[in-house]
C-alpha cells in the first residue's frame, strides 16, 4: 500500500507544481516601493475624527511594521512593542462593516489608504487563477478557522504587502507583496539592521511548504476533490416528512405539521439548498407553492435570508428536512474547488450566511404532489452550495397532478 500512496502522492504534487507553475504566469510581478513615495501617501483615521495625515507620521521617530491587509502580524505585537517599534494596518476601501469585523483580528491602529500608495506601485489583482493556486485554498482555510471571511466586494481581488521601514531616513528594511491571497511573510525574510534584526524570528512555520514536503496536501487535495469521502444520502420517505414538525418564523410562533404545505396543491420545498426565487412566477402561475425550511434561527440570520428568498420561511428544529442521515462538511469542504466557487457567487450577491450553530449541515430540495402523489424528486447537496438541476425542478413540477379541489378553482 506503500508504494501506491507514494506513487500518487507523487503523480499529485507534480501535477499541483505544473499548476502553481502555470498560474505564475497570469501573476503580474512586484516593483519596489520607494520611502519617498510611501511617505507622501495621504492616509485617513477611522476613529471617527476622520484626519487626513503623511504616510511618514508612523515611522519616522521609532520605525514600524505596516501591514497592507496582506498577513496578520498581531501575534509579534508584543514583542514589537519591547523594542518601540509600531505595528499598523492599512486598507484600501471601507465597505460595509469590514473595518469592524477586521479589528477583532487585529491588535493595532488602522488607517484608510485610498491613493492605494501601500499597494503600489504597481496595483497587483488575483482573479480566478487563484483559486487553482493549493496556497490560496490553504491560506482561505486558515482564515476561515480563526473566524475571518473578508470581502470580495469593491477592490477585494488586490494583493496586499508588509513593510518594516525604519526611523528617518534608514529606509525600507524590509518589502513583501502578497504572491496570493494570504500569503504569509516567509521565515528567511528578515532583515540585518540592527534595529529589526529579530522581528521575523517568531513567526509561524510556514504550513503549506511543511505540507509540500511532507505530500500530505496534494493526496488531500486529489481525494478531497472525489466523492470517495462523501456521505451518500439516504432516500427520504414522504411520511417522515409529512409528520415533521414545523414552525412559522413570521413572529406568531404557529406550530404545524409539514404534510399541510403540499396536500392540496403540491409544493418545492428548500432545505438552505439552492435558491429558487427566479422559478417562483412560474410557480404561481401552475399554483405550486415555493417554501424554505431552516434548521435554526441565530441572531438575525432568518431576517438576513428573508433578503434572497421569495417565498414563506418556517424552522424545521428536528431536521427532517435535511435527510434521514444527517450529513455535514466540515475541512473536507473547504479543500473542495466547487465549495470555493459557489462561496464566491454568494459572497458577489451580498449573503454570507453564518458557521454558528450547525451551519455545517447539508440541506437539500425536494418537490412534493399533492395528496400522496408522494416527492417527485429529492435533491440533496454533497457540498455547500451544490445546486438541483433546475430543469430537473421544471420537469418535476410539470409531474404534479392537480386535485379536485384545485381543479375546481
Known amino acids: 500500500m506503500e508504494p501506491v500512496t507514494r506513487a500518487?502522492?507523487?503523480?499529485?504534487?507534480?501535477?499541483?507544481?505544473?499548476?502553481?507553475?502555470?498560474?505564475?504566469?497570469?501573476l503580474t510581478q512586484p516593483l519596489c516601493a520607494t520611502l519617498s513615495?510611501?511617505?507622501?501617501?495621504?492616509?485617513?483615521?477611522?476613529?471617527?475624527?476622520?484626519?487626513?495625515?503623511?504616510?511618514?507620521?508612523?515611522?519616522?521617530?521609532?520605525?514600524?511594521v505596516i501591514m497592507a491587509e496582506a498577513s496578520g502580524?498581531?501575534?509579534?505585537?508584543?514583542?514589537?512593542?519591547?523594542?518601540?517599534?509600531?505595528?499598523?494596518?492599512?486598507?484600501?476601501?471601507?465597505?460595509?462593516?469590514?473595518?469592524?469585523?477586521?479589528?477583532?483580528?487585529?491588535?493595532?491602529?488602522?488607517?484608510?489608504?485610498?491613493?492605494?500608495?501601500?499597494?503600489?506601485p504597481q496595483e497587483r489583482w488575483m482573479g480566478a487563477s487563484g483559486f487553482l493556486r493549493a496556497g490560496v485554498w490553504l491560506n482561505g482555510w486558515r482564515a476561515y478557522q480563526s473566524g475571518y471571511w473578508g470581502n470580495v466586494r469593491g477592490e477585494g481581488f488586490v494583493l496586499g504587502a508588509v513593510y518594516v521601514v525604519g526611523p528617518g531616513q534608514q529606509g525600507i528594511l524590509l518589502e513583501h507583496r502578497e504572491m496570493e491571497f494570504g500569503d504569509k511573510v516567509n521565515m528567511s525574510d528578515r532583515t540585518d539592521c540592527e534595529n529589526f534584526s529579530d522581528i521575523f524570528i517568531n513567526l509561524?512555520?510556514?504550513?503549506?511548504?511543511?505540507?509540500?514536503?511532507?505530500?500530505?496536501?496534494?493526496?488531500?487535495?486529489?481525494?478531497?476533490?472525489?466523492?470517495?469521502?462523501?456521505?451518500?444520502?439516504?432516500?427520504?420517505?414522504?411520511?417522515?416528512?409529512a409528520n415533521?414538525?414545523?414552525?412559522?418564523?413570521?413572529?406568531?410562533?404557529?406550530?404545524?405539521?409539514?404534510?399541510?404545505?403540499?396536500?392540496?396543491?403540491?409544493?418545492?420545498?428548500?432545505?438552505?439548498?439552492?435558491?429558487?426565487?427566479?422559478?417562483?412566477?412560474?410557480l404561481d402561475k401552475r399554483g405550486v407553492?415555493?417554501?424554505?425550511?431552516?434548521?435554526?434561527?441565530?441572531?438575525?440570520?432568518?431576517?438576513?435570508?428573508?433578503?434572497?428568498?421569495?417565498?414563506?420561511?418556517?424552522?424545521?428544529?428536528?431536521?427532517?428536512?435535511?435527510?434521514?442521515?444527517?450529513?455535514?462538511?466540515?475541512?473536507?469542504?473547504?479543500?473542495?474547488?466547487?465549495?470555493?466557487?459557489?462561496?464566491?457567487q454568494v459572497w458577489r450577491r451580498g449573503y454570507h450566511g453564518n458557521r454558528r450553530g450547525e451551519g455545517f449541515v447539508l440541506g437539500g430540495l425536494y418537490v412534493i404532489g399533492p395528496e400522496n402523489q408522494g416527492i417527485l424528486l429529492e435533491h440533496h447537496e454533497k457540498e455547500f452550495g451544490d445546486k438541483a438541476d433546475l430543469a430537473a425542478v421544471r420537469m418535476a413540477v410539470r409531474r404534479i397532478r392537480k386535485t379536485e379541489e384545485t381543479q375546481d378553482h
Open 204 to 241: 509561524e512555520e510556514d504550513l503549506i511548504q511543511r505540507l509540500l514536503e511532507e505530500n500530505l496536501l496534494t493526496v488531500y487535495l486529489l481525494l478531497a476533490n472525489t466523492d470517495l469521502f462523501l456521505t451518500k444520502p439516504d432516500q427520504t420517505s414522504l411520511e417522515t416528512l
Open 244 to 282: 415533521a414538525d414545523l414552525a412559522s418564523t413570521a413572529g406568531d410562533e404557529v406550530n404545524f405539521k409539514a404534510v399541510s404545505l403540499w396536500e392540496q396543491t403540491g409544493a418545492i420545498i428548500m432545505a438552505e439548498a439552492s435558491g429558487l426565487s427566479a422559478l417562483k412566477p412560474e
Open 8 to 26: 500518487v502522492s507523487n503523480l499529485g504534487l507534480t501535477f499541483i507544481e505544473a499548476l502553481q507553475s502555470f498560474t505564475e504566469l497570469f
Open 37 to 64: 513615495n510611501l511617505g507622501e501617501t495621504d492616509l485617513r483615521t477611522l476613529d471617527g475624527d476622520d484626519r487626513v495625515f503623511k504616510a511618514r507620521e508612523l515611522w519616522e521617530s521609532s520605525g514600524a
Open 289 to 344: 407553492s415555493l417554501f424554505a425550511v431552516v434548521k435554526e434561527n441565530i441572531g438575525s440570520e432568518i431576517d438576513d435570508f428573508r433578503a434572497y428568498f421569495n417565498g414563506e420561511i418556517f424552522l424545521d428544529q428536528q431536521m427532517c428536512f435535511y435527510g434521514v442521515k444527517r450529513r455535514t462538511m466540515r475541512s473536507l469542504g473547504f479543500a473542495r474547488f466547487g465549495v470555493w466557487r459557489n462561496l464566491l
Open 73 to 120: 502580524l498581531s501575534a509579534l505585537k508584543p514583542e514589537l512593542d519591547k523594542r518601540g517599534v509600531s505595528l499598523f494596518a492599512v486598507v484600501k476601501e471601507n465597505i460595509g462593516s469590514e473595518i469592524d469585523d477586521f479589528r477583532a483580528y487585529f491588535n493595532g491602529e488602522i488607517f484608510l489608504d485610498q491613493q492605494r500608495g501601500f499597494y503600489g
